[in-house]
């Protein structure tokens, strides 16, 4: 099983697709960061944009700037087992482990892995970035205080979630551009509705575990008023849905004859 | 050891592969013949657990292929439409198979330089023509030295000097004692180089026999002699039919060794003797068409 993770983690590796993916996410990361930056304690007409880097919220709000392209990683997983489909390496794939189930077990490993590391990058550049700029303005520099370790750590373990649900998606779904467009469409339409509407069932679905594990709102708003998880109950959440998809997906798209 | 005991599958209404049996044995090239849709891949795919069979076996030394331990280690496989991801460089292709099945990486070179790959080895795949997938395929079945090989349609796509390349390759790697089995649509493909044919058509075997037989059957033989005159009325005695062309005579109802008697007879000395090519086409046509309710 470790060699076949290792053969995951290569595969991953030896394309460029990775980067595309971690550039979107850093991109997404320091767009966020940069509004923050740019509107805390700033007037506008008359009343602040954002409360002022010496609120604990503006500070929280820097670093869960880190957590904003979690999406991405979810894409990433969703082609980490699409892709094979689409170029037919599934065969090889297949030939060389065929108990499927192994196969998928090894990239839920791998992206679980790929994703805590994209995780690590993005927590990286945003402390890079957030740290001096709050101090420029006179905020908080520790990292200790106002839930900075809870925010950073659950934003490397929310990536890593992120990209094993969106493995187990797309293993159940295994077109390619049917399954990013469902992933999409669910984060940023129906989710977003629902955490809204009805925040009772929004914090049951996987924004709603993000949130949770990183004790911050994605982007603006009051986080704190909508109903969350436990941090543990998020991340438990975000795993009971990547491996709940990739085992139904075990026992019907992924017997599939490979043709 | 290749086993299929009354494979069949069904994709819906369509009998792909119809009670399909044969054998290829360890150090023969047995050759998996048919015209395009004749069920060879659907076949070849239930043999590598790629496709659940609808009923029957299909068995590599006497286990299903899921049931292989590093299965990669006993059985070789290349399979048309096999893709390799674009952006990825054929070392690398080569280097996840290993990593996979537990295969040291020092054999990925060697497999690159074997199949003519070796100044290609660094780039992406997306770049490589379709012979040079082929050779990529053909580098991944026999990474791990296997004792087992299965091709689908190894010659598509190759260049004249490759598909020669790939027979020596076979007949090597049968004489090894390697099982080899390798299907085809092109008979010309396959007759320099198997020992044994399997010809499928419609799902069924409608021949399974040593190579020698088919040609045996050929419509006649070309012979090529210095004395066509005297061999010609040698062989009319001996009862075939000749039909004489220069120094070339086109010979049926007489085998090869029939043929040497009457050039002994005659004192004719030959200078080619062979198979009408033609007349084997020929027969690999009847035998398919008669399957498919048509005329040759
Ligand atoms: N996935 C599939 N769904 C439906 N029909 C299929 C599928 N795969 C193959 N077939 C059909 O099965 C038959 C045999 O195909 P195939 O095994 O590819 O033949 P060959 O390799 O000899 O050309 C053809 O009629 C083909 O159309
Ligand atoms: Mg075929």
Redesign the pocket.
């Known amino acids: 099983m470790i060699a076949l993770v290792r053969a995951e983690l290569l595969k991953i590796r030896s394309t460029r697709m990775w980067l595309g993916m971690l550039a979107l996410s850093l991109g997404f990361t320091l767009l966020g960061l940069g509004f923050y930056i740019a509107l805390a304690g700033v007037e506008m007409n008359g009343e602040a944009a954002l409360p002022p880097v010496t609120d604990p919220a503006t500070v929280r709000g820097f670093y869960a700037a880190a957590s904003a392209g979690t999406l991405f990683m979810m894409i990433l997983g969703i082609i980490g087992i699409t892709g094979e489909y689409r170029y037919q390496t599934i065969t090889q794939a297949f030939l060389v482990t065929p108990r499927r189930y192994r196969l998928l077990a090894a990239k839920l490993v791998a992206y679980f892995l790929f994703g805590l590391a994209f995780g690590v990058a993005n927590v990286l550049v945003t402390v890079a970035v957030a740290l001096p700029a709050l101090a420029v303005k006179g905020g908080s520099t520790s990292l200790l205080d106002n839930d900075v370790p809870t925010i950073l750590g659950g934003t490397v373990l929310a990536m890593g979630l992120y990209a094993l649900v969106g493995l187990g998606l797309g293993a159940l779904v295994r077109n390619q551009v049917a399954a990013i467009i469902v992933a999409v469409g669910w984060a940023q339409l129906v989710e977003a509705i629902l955490t809204v509407a009805l925040p009772s069932v929004g914090q049951w679905l996987p924004a709603g575990a993000v949130r949770a594990i990183t004790r911050a709102n994605i982007g603006f708003g009051g986080g704190g008023e909508l109903d969350t998880l436990p941090a543990w109950g998020g991340a438990a959440l975000l795993l009971a849905y990547g491996l709940a998809f990739a085992a139904i997906a075990t026992f019907t798209t992924v017997r599939r004859?490979i043709? | 050891m290749i086993l299929v005991e009354e494979l069949t599958k069904h994709?819906?209404p369509?009998r792909?592969?119809d009670g399909l049996s044969f054998a290829a044995r360890p150090g023969e090239v047995t050759g998996f013949l048919?015209?395009?849709?004749?069920?060879?891949?659907?076949?070849l795919?239930m043999l590598l657990g790629l496709v659940a069979p609808t009923s029957g076996r299909a068995l590599i030394d006497g286990e299903r292929y899921a049931d292989l331990d590093r299965p990669v280690a006993r059985v070789g496989a290349a399979l048309?439409a096999t893709g390799f991801h674009p952006g990825r460089t054929a070392r690398d292709h080569l280097r996840v198979v290993c990593r996979a099945s537990g295969i040291a990486e020092d054999g990925v070179d060697e497999v690159l330089g074997l199949t003519g790959l070796a100044d290609a080895a660094g780039r992406r795949v997306g770049g490589f023509s379709l012979g040079m997938r082929q050779r990529l395929a053909l580098a991944t079945a026999v990474l791990a030295r296997p004792p087992v090989l299965i091709l689908?349609?190894p010659a598509n796509g190759l260049d004249p000097a490759g598909i020669h390349w790939l027979r020596g390759f076979l007949r090597h790697l049968a004489d090894g004692g390697c099982t080899v089995l390798v299907?085809s649509?092109v008979l010309a493909e396959v007759e320099q180089t198997a020992d044994h044919v399997v010809i499928?058509a419609r799902?069924k075997v409608v021949r399974d026999a040593p190579l020698a037989e088919l040609v045996g059957e050929a419509d006649g033989l070309r012979v090529r002699t210095e004395h066509p005159a005297e061999l010609a009325a040698e062989l009319d005695r001996a009862g075939g039919a000749v039909h004489r062309d220069g120094d070339l005579l086109r010979v049926s109802g007489v085998d090869a060794a029939g043929v040497g008697r009457a050039a002994l007879a005659a004192g004719a000395v030959l200078t080619e003797l062979g198979a009408e090519r033609s007349g084997l086409e020929k027969t690999f046509l009847e035998l398919t068409m008669a399957e498919l309710g048509g005329d040759p």
């Open positions: 004859d043709t | 994709f819906g369509v792909a592969v048919g015209p395009n849709g004749a069920g060879k891949t659907t076949t795919r048309e689908d349609e299907s649509h499928v799902g």
